[in-house]
């Protein structure tokens, strides 16, 4: 363990590589010009995401509303892709959603460690972000049974959640993926792409 | 300062307060019933928001957009409680603000070390998030000047930003405050009794 630190640090002195610390395991930030393998990258490693709706609530019906939602798309280091969560319609952006199920998610390297230490703003698009746009959609049978195990491994406290609350489980139906990182402006992924994107190389 | 951590381990051990530790200085979060002093908390504490906008882009045309801003209300432990930002028009979701400024900030205290050091949860209630409707409008002169000050205080590579941007000041005009903190769903605060409380009180 103290030998890899030596060599984290080591690399990183040299200036050649951004790596992600993880327990037992080292991550290497996608290079800017593998878009979708950037997109992938950010939405493992975020878990929670602010989700844009349509708010369904007075005084502020038709208007946007953004609110914070645990996600997982699998362990870190082997996420599918697919933004899961954990709902219940007593929550008020739910609410919004089943009126309107268009939503969009938000995820950004801000929300990890990695913008701070390396000194990037969370504004600067070197601390990269990432947008979905889609339909949030509840989901059943062994798509709900991997959702379950996705969320609940990296969401522990889940499982004592009030069982009273009618929890489900969900999906974001990606049709879009916006990505802010970089200089140049925002780029855009096609689903296609992005789940044809790997977010973790191994080392060599 | 020795002293001052010895106190604070002392205080956290007897498990009385929740304590934020700052540079020199140490921030009691409020009481949850004390729900406008909590968004202020927040507010202050978070140095970024998520944005949601009605999007003006194809193919997402009228669907909500989620993004992530830096925000200011000023310096930490003394805030307005106004969220200022520094926005370009080159900026997609600026771009959806140019055609209806009807925006709502997300902020949560999952953005800073708080909720993982307490081991709560993004989507815990005990994890407050505070999320606010308004407009997001462009500032000038005598306000501009201290939205200048705030942002770049808190934000300082902000002062780098390529100036063929068109950089200008805005400031989230709030109408409503959402609070989701503790149980019991969430709680509404009026922008008057919001701007009338205040984060944080001294240490006797």
């Not at 502020?60 to 699998?74: C, K, L, M, R």
């Not at 801000?110 to 990037?120: E, L, M, P, S, V």
Request: glycine share 6%; hydrophobic share 40%; net charge negative.
């Amino acid at each position: 363990m103290e030998e890899m630190e030596v060599n984290m640090n080591a690399m990183l002195a040299a200036g050649l590589l951004l790596l992600f610390a993880m327990p037992g395991e080292l991550y290497r930030i996608p290079p800017h010009e593998e878009v979708a393998r950037m997109a992938r990258f950010v939405a493992n490693q975020c878990n929670w995401a602010s989700m844009a709706t349509i708010s369904t609530h007075e005084p502020v019906q038709g208007q946007p509303f953004s609110n914070a939602f645990s996600t997982s798309d699998g362990p870190v280091g082997s996420g599918t892709g697919v933004p899961y969560m954990y709902l219940t319609t007593m929550e008020i952006s739910v609410q919004d959603l089943k009126v309107n199920p268009q939503a969009s998610l938000s995820m950004s390297l801000a929300q990890t460690d990695f913008c701070k230490n390396q000194g990037y703003d969370p504004q600067d698009p070197l601390c990269a972000h990432i947008i979905f746009s889609g339909s949030v959609l509840e989901i059943n049978g062994t798509e709900a049974t991997f959702a379950k195990k996705a969320l609940f491994s990296r969401h522990p406290e889940m499982v004592d959640w009030p069982t009273d609350h009618n929890w489900f489980f969900a999906k974001m139906n990606i049709t879009k993926v916006w990505v802010l990182d970089y200089f140049g402006g925002v780029k855009t992924v096609t689903p296609e792409d992005y789940f044809k994107a790997t977010p973790y190389k191994r080392h060599h």
